[in-house]
Nanobody
Framework: QMRLVESGGGSVQPGGSLRLSCAAYGFTLDYTGVGWFRQVPGKEREGVACISDSDGSTYYADSVRGRFTVSRDNEKSTVYLQMNNLRPEDTAVYYC??????????????????WGQGTQVTVSS
């Protein structure tokens, strides 16, 4: 069964850090871009970051650039999102998804085929 599973979410205080993981089961992430997205109730899902598999290029939304880092370990079929200096506005359910075109147009949600179930991140004092 092909699926993505996110983990690592939780509750932290502002300024804190979390590392999210996105593990692929039943398939590999070779030649596949992987994006991270987040969604809060009542708002559209938004792209946060993406990493391609061609040259490891990374892409970030302006709101997280400099604070979040996306990385991958293809041997483990896992992509990570290191989130530092978290802010209350980062509170959301975070999802990962695969981009079979490996283009990392992370604002084009229709380009992503497999999605994980999401993991909650809450930033609050």
């Amino acid at each position: 069964q092909m699926r993505l599973v996110e983990s690592g979410g939780g509750s932290v205080q502002p300024g804190g850090s979390l590392r999210l993981s996105c593990a692929a089961y039943g398939f590999t992430l070779d030649y596949t871009g992987v994006g991270w997205f987040r969604q809060v109730p009542g708002k559209e899902r938004e792209g946060v970051a993406c990493i391609s598999d061609s040259d490891g290029s990374t892409y970030y939304a302006d709101s997280v650039r400099g604070r979040f880092t996306v990385s991958r370990d293809n041997e483990k079929s896992t992509v990570y999102l290191q989130m530092n200096n978290l802010r209350p506005e980062d509170t959301a359910v975070y999802y990962c998804a695969t981009d079979p075109r490996n283009l990392c147009h992370f604002n084009d949600l229709d380009a992503y085929d497999y999605w994980g179930q999401g993991t909650q991140v809450t930033v609050s004092s």
